[in-house]
C-alpha cells in the first residue's frame, strides 16, 4: 500500500515559482509517478508524469518549458517545480502513483493510477 503527502502549495504572484513536494510511505520506486490539478468546476487533468527510475518525463502542453517533475529515490520523494506561474495555473495539485510494474502509454490520464495524495492548492494571482 502506499500513501502519498503533497507539501509546497501557497499563493504567489504571476510570474513567480513554487516548489512542491509529495512524500510517499511505502516503495515506489517501480511505480509510474504523476502530478495532477483540479480547477473549481473542472476535470482533474494530468500536468506532468516520470516513468520508473526518472527514464522519460511526460507533460501537459499547457506547462512544458514552466514545470518540471523529479524523483529523489532515496528520499521516496516526488517533486514538481513550477516557474512562469499563471492566474490559470491556480487549482488543487494531486500527486500520484500507478500500481508498481504498471505499463501505461498514457501517463498524464488519471484513470492509469490507483494511488492518491490529498492535494496542495496552489493559488496565482495577477
Known amino acids: 500500500q502506499v500513501q502519498l503527502v503533497e507539501s509546497g502549495g501557497g499563493s504567489v504572484q504571476a510570474g513567480g515559482s513554487l516548489r512542491l513536494s509529495c512524500a510517499a510511505s511505502?516503495?515506489?520506486?517501480?511505480?509510474?509517478l504523476g502530478w495532477f490539478r483540479q480547477a473549481p468546476g473542472k476535470e482533474r487533468e494530468g500536468v506532468a508524469a516520470?516513468?520508473?527510475?526518472?527514464?522519460?518525463?511526460h507533460y501537459a502542453d499547457s506547462v512544458k518549458g514552466r514545470f518540471t517533475i523529479s524523483q529523489d529515490s532515496a528520499k521516496n520523494t516526488l517533486h514538481l517545480q513550477m516557474n512562469s506561474l499563471k492566474p490559470e495555473d491556480t487549482a488543487m495539485y494531486y500527486c500520484a502513483a500507478t500500481r508498481p510494474y504498471f505499463y501505461t502509454s498514457n501517463p498524464l490520464s488519471r484513470s492509469e493510477y490507483t494511488y492518491w495524495g490529498q492535494g496542495t492548492q496552489v493559488t496565482v494571482s495577477s
Open positions: 516520470i516513468a520508473p527510475g526518472g527514464g522519460s518525463t
Open positions: 511505502g516503495y515506489i520506486a517501480y511505480n509510474n
